[in-house]
């Protein structure tokens, strides 16, 4: 070791002034520095021991392996030459120059013969070690070499998240190395893992890629703390969960698998348009529909009267698919003028469809309500019941017996007076109807008898509906008060139910009633206070239908109708329809359809008609038929479509009985019909487009009925398109009404009205018209018409001479209407619409003998707007209705006035209560209406409703 004393003050200098702590501005380094130099001045000189003291704190100030390596050499020099070997290796650790690596090597090497070394490596490395006691310090991390004197120790290591290790004791020999490995173990809690949705699925920690730890069920031993489980299998997986691992201690998780999953953004021209994906409804637009199964998907976008619009799209996981804003075009289509969904330009009719956001923004309570001012119709109501004529068709007596009303293509009118029912005595509102078609013209090549003047079809509830269960309730006219509920189950595209119930209350309301020979008008109360409640509703699957309606009304009548006494509350009547028809309409090819339905119907009426002093009249009617039908549909290709068909009914009950009672008590019937009668028919209709520009339409109907021989009925139609956009329609053909049973048999015993005396024959009209329709700027149109009819045997009420009665007869002198239409419309689009019609019409009996050959009760001018524009989109729209309300030649030769009845609503939807709201002012100037009425009334003319206060509430969820 002499060698070493001589070389160590050298090598020792040299390293020295090598290793030195560079001077810095910070505190510490100067401190560092100067006790470096004391340490190197005192190795000098010899002392050691001193040397090493400032050296250890110099490196405790800024750590640096060039004292460290200073550190070591005063210990060797000290003869410690464990703690020499130590620190040797401490300053080898991390060195990059070659000289100082090879002179802490030899270092190393020449103190090894004066030391025993224990060789710790540990399982993780990086643990710390401790020799025997851990309060006596680290030696530091494993995997290192341990110098030691010779003797028995204990190697301690420790490594957070693992349990501290002690080796067994070992041996430690000068001059030789001992391994000693420990291997610790991990300190963890346990984790149990189940699976929902799969049967397996592969479990990973902390990171959603890279190798499973486990194929659950499965448990796994986790180290304490919170960690993040990701579990997956093929096509499915669930979201990202966070365990809370207690040492020692099992925690039990389940994750639920779902197919991965994307988001599906859509938007709509129109809002509220059902979204459906893969045929399961998803919601309505605007829509962002999240946790959309990832994959290929079909996206269906729809709304009524508008052309569905279909996407295919990819969905991935976590991404979205955003579709933008797609264009709802309208379909502008009807069924009722040719039995079939077509476009309004491509029918072989002058058409109005009446759609659902007309119906939600006016509220319209009855069917009356929402005919009033379209184009070419003209309305009124006795108070009895509510009627509508059709170019000029149609008389106060008739009950609007000559439109015919359908529900979704069933006739709705009865089979004794063939009333239409527009008013409360329809339908206790609209909420289910979807639509209002209507047709005018003649229509009895595919409805017969009833369709004279025109058609009115209620196109119910759409198949794209939603499930889901609604409750309304309301107020219209200032009296009524109304309620109802129903749901919608829908079980896929082709298969579900629904159904309303409703019912409705009036205590009326007072009118000041004209009485004829009275030069003040009659203050009466209670007029129209009735209760009303039905039911109807549709049920479906694939090709099948099933529907039903029932409605019953009972109404007070004290207005002096039908010769009864002005202002007494015991006349009333009540009216009950029953309807029930089953469809069946499978596609047999790909170019044949047969249509095949049967229905069941029952009308009853009871009325009690209070006459000056005790006389009541007491009368009951009731009519049951049923019928069938069935057509076949051929249609080739995309230009021909022919129909051939045939149906009959069966009338096993129509019957008409009164009887008279004095003072209450009854005397002997002064009226006991009945008449069952049965009829048959069949009919062709051809259609074709030949050309692009061209369309082509004629049919033929044989009508026979029990009652009187056949009728023939021909239609045929010539639709071009001269010019883009526009479309030209020359129409034309007959129709008849069979004269109803009630004009051909009542009498109430010479209070009023008496039996025909001649038997009655069918109404004849032939009918033509011209129409042109010009679209422009996408969702407007302007349309002109010209129109002409000729009637034969128009039925109506002809007094007899030298008694206070009446008695239907046949017009023994043709009647001609000639009249023009006029129409600007803006289509619904984007939450507003725009219509504008004037009509003008003159009905004239061609009678040459007569001053003035008018017909009573037509007004010759017709106008009517309808607006409505958002206030604020989906909240509140504002809706403005204006209808002319021109005069009317009455009996006596003098006329009604002019008015100009204007009506207005704000609508709209609170989307967060699903409620849907109108409230709104009918009539708003309180104009005075009057309308004629026939001749058996206490007045000539009625008056109609002044302003009246509406409100329409309906919850959907």
């Given at each position: 070791m002499r060698s070493s004393r001589v070389l160590g003050p050298v090598l020792a200098a040299a390293l020295v002034f090598l290793g030195a702590p560079r001077a810095s501005a910070d505190g510490l380094a100067d401190e560092a520095e100067l006790h470096f130099q004391l340490g190197a001045a005192d190795y000098q000189k010899g002392e050691y021991t001193s040397a090493l003291e400032h050296f250890l704190l110099s490196n405790r100030l800024v750590p640096n392996r060039r004292v460290v390596f200073n550190i070591a050499r005063s210990f060797e020099q000290l003869r410690q030459w464990p703690d020499a070997h130590r620190y040797y290796v401490d300053a080898l650790a991390g060195e990059t120059e070659p000289a100082a690596i090879e002179a802490s090597k030899?270092?190393?090497?020449?103190?090894?013969?004066?030391?025993?070394?224990?060789?710790?490596?540990?399982?993780?490395?990086?643990?710390?070690?401790?020799?025997?006691?851990?309060?006596?310090?680290?030696?530091?991390?494993a995997p290192r070499p341990l110098a030691v004197n010779e003797g028995?120790?204990?190697?301690?290591?420790?490594?957070?998240?693992?349990?501290?290790?002690?080796?067994?004791?070992?041996?430690?020999?000068?001059?030789?190395?001992?391994?000693?490995?420990?291997?610790?173990?991990?300190?963890?809690?346990?984790?149990?893992?189940?699976?929902?949705?799969?049967?397996?699925?592969?479990?990973?920690?902390?990171?959603?890629?890279?190798?499973?730890?486990?194929i659950a069920p499965c448990e796994l031993a986790l180290s304490p703390g919170k960690h993040e489980l990701y579990a997956t299998t093929e096509g499915a997986s669930a979201p990202a969960r966070t365990v809370n691992v207690v040492a020692r201690e099992t925690t039990e998780v389940n994750v639920t698998l779902r197919p991965p999953v994307g988001t599906v953004v859509v938007g709509t021209t129109e809002p509220g348009a059902l979204v459906?994906?893969?045929?399961?409804?998803?919601?309505?637009?605007?829509?962002?529909?999240?946790?959309?199964?990832?994959?290929?998907?079909?996206?269906?976008?729809?709304?009524?009267?508008?052309?569905?619009?279909?996407?295919?799209?990819?969905?991935?996981?976590?991404?979205?698919?955003?579709?933008?804003?797609?264009?709802?075009?309208?379909?502008?289509?009807?069924?009722?003028?040719?039995?079939?969904?077509?476009?309004?330009e491509d029918a072989p009719s002058s058409v109005t469809v009446i759609d659902r956001r007309e119906l939600a923004a006016f509220g319209y309570p009855t069917i009356a309500e929402a005919l009033r001012g379209v184009r070419g119709i003209a309305m009124a109501n006795d108070r009895a019941?509510?009627?509508?004529?059709?170019?000029?068709?149609?008389?106060?007596?008739?009950?609007?017996?000559?439109?015919?009303?359908?529900?979704?293509?069933?006739?709705?009118?009865?089979?004794?007076?063939?009333?239409?029912?527009?008013?409360?005595?329809?339908?206790?509102?609209?909420?289910?109807?979807?639509?209002?078609?209507?047709?005018?013209?003649?229509?009895?090549?595919?409805?017969?008898?009833?369709?004279?003047?025109?058609?009115?079809?209620?196109?119910?509830?759409?198949?794209?509906?939603?499930?889901?269960?609604?409750?309304g309730v309301g107020s219209y006219d200032g009296a009524v008060l109304r309620g109802r509920g129903g749901f919608h189950l829908r079980k896929g595209q082709d298969k579900g139910i629904w159904a309303s119930g409703w019912g409705a209350q009036s205590d009326g309301f007072d009118l000041e009633v004209p009485i004829t020979g009275q030069t003040e008008p009659l203050r009466v109360r209670g007029v129209e206070a009735f209760q009303a409640g039905g039911t109807a509703g549709r049920a479906y699957w694939g090709p099948a239908t099933l529907q039903w309606l029932v409605h019953h009304r009972t109404q007070a009548t004290p207005v002096g109708a039908y010769a009864t006494q002005a202002g007494n509350p015991r006349t009333a009547f009540a009216d009950t329809r029953m309807m029930v028809e089953a469809r069946f309409e499978p596609r047999l090819t790909q170019s044949l359809q047969l249509l095949v339905r049967a229905h069941a119907n029952r009308y009853t009426y009871d009325g009690v008609y209070a006459f000056d002093g005790e006389l009541d009249n007491i009368e009951s009617f009731a009519g049951t038929w049923m019928g069938g039908e069935a057509r076949l549909v051929y249609s080739p290709g995309p230009r021909l479509r022919v129909t051939v068909g045939g149906e009959g009914q069966w009338h096993p009950e129509a019957t008409l009985q009164g009887r008279e009672d004095v003072n209450r008590v009854t005397t002997e019937r002064y009226l006991d019909e009945r008449r069952p009668y049965q009829f048959a028919a069949g009919y062709a209709l051809a259609e074709g487009a030949p050309l692009p520009w061209l369309r082509l339409s004629g049919g033929l109907r044989i009508d026979v009925y029990s009652t009187f021989g056949a009728v023939f009925v021909p239609r045929a139609a010539i639709i071009t398109r001269p010019v883009q956009g526009g479309t030209l329609k020359l129409m034309g053909g007959r129709a008849f009404r069979a004269p109803s049973i009630y004009e051909q048999l009542y009498n109430d015993n010479g209070q009023s009205q008496e039996k025909p005396l001649q038997a009655l024959d069918a109404e004849k009209i032939w009918s033509g018209e011209v129409e042109y329709t010009q679209?422009?700027?996408?969702?407007?149109?302007?349309?002109?018409?010209?129109?002409?009819?000729?009637?034969?045997?128009?039925?109506?009420?002809?007094?007899i001479p030298g008694r206070p009665t009446v008695a239907y007869a046949n017009s023994e002198t043709g009647m001609l209407v000639l009249g023009a239409d006029a129409e600007i419309r803006r289509e619904w689009r984007k939450g507003w619409m725009l219509a504008a019609t004037y009509g003008y019409q003159r009905a004239t009996y061609l009678d040459d003998t007569l001053a003035d050959p008018r017909v009573r009760n037509v007004p010759e001018h017709l106008a009517g707007f309808r607006g409505v524009i958002p206030v604020?989109?989906?909240?509140?729209?504002?809706?403005?209705?204006?209808?002319?309300?021109?005069?009317?030649?009455?009996?006596?030769?003098?006329?009604?006035?002019?008015?100009?009845?204007?009506?207005?609503?704000?609508?709209?939807?609170?989307?967060?209560?699903?409620?849907?709201?109108?409230v709104g002012l009918y009539n708003l100037a309180d104009r005075r209406v009057l309308a004629p009425v026939t001749d058996t009334f206490r007045s000539r003319t009625m008056p109609q409703n002044g302003r009246t206060f509406l409100v329409d509430l309906v919850g959907t969820y």
């Open positions: 030899s270092a190393i090497t020449r103190l090894a013969p004066n030391v025993a070394v224990l060789d710790v490596v540990t399982d993780p490395p990086g643990a710390t070690i401790y020799i025997d006691r851990k309060d006596l310090g680290s030696r530091g991390r028995k120790y204990r190697v301690i290591a420790e490594f957070p998240g693992y349990e501290p290790r002690a080796s067994e004791e070992v041996v430690a020999k000068r001059g030789s190395e001992t391994r000693v490995s420990l291997s610790l173990t991990r300190i963890v809690g346990k984790v149990k893992v189940t699976v929902t949705g799969a049967a397996r699925a592969a479990v990973r920690v902390d990171q959603e890629s890279g190798e499973p730890a486990c459906s994906i893969d045929g399961r409804a998803a919601g309505f637009s605007p829509a962002v529909l999240s946790d959309v199964p990832a994959g290929a998907r079909k996206v269906r976008v729809s709304l009524p009267g508008h052309a569905p619009v279909v996407r295919d799209i990819v969905v991935r996981q976590g991404e979205q698919v955003d579709l933008g804003t797609l264009d709802l075009v309208p379909l502008r289509e009807v069924t009722a003028a040719s039995r079939f969904a077509e476009r309004i019941y509510a009627s509508a004529s059709i170019r000029a068709i149609g008389q106060p007596n008739d009950y609007g017996s000559r439109v015919l009303v359908l529900s979704d293509g069933q006739a709705l009118n009865d089979n004794l007076l063939n009333s239409s029912y527009i008013g409360s005595d329809g339908r206790g509102d609209l909420h289910d109807v979807d639509r209002i078609e209507i047709v005018r013209g003649p229509g009895s090549l595919l409805y017969g008898a009833g369709a004279f003047s025109g058609i009115v079809n209620l196109v119910t509830r759409s198949r794209e509906e939603p499930t889901g269960v609604h409750v679209r422009f700027l996408d969702d407007w149109a302007a349309l002109v018409a010209v129109h002409g009819s000729h009637i034969d045997g128009l039925i109506f009420t002809k007094p604020l989109p989906s909240i509140a729209s504002l809706g403005v209705r204006m209808t002319l309300e021109a005069p009317r030649l009455l009996v006596d030769g003098s006329s009604t006035g002019t008015q100009v009845v204007a009506d207005l609503t704000v609508s709209g939807e609170v989307k967060s209560y699903g409620l849907r709201y109108v």
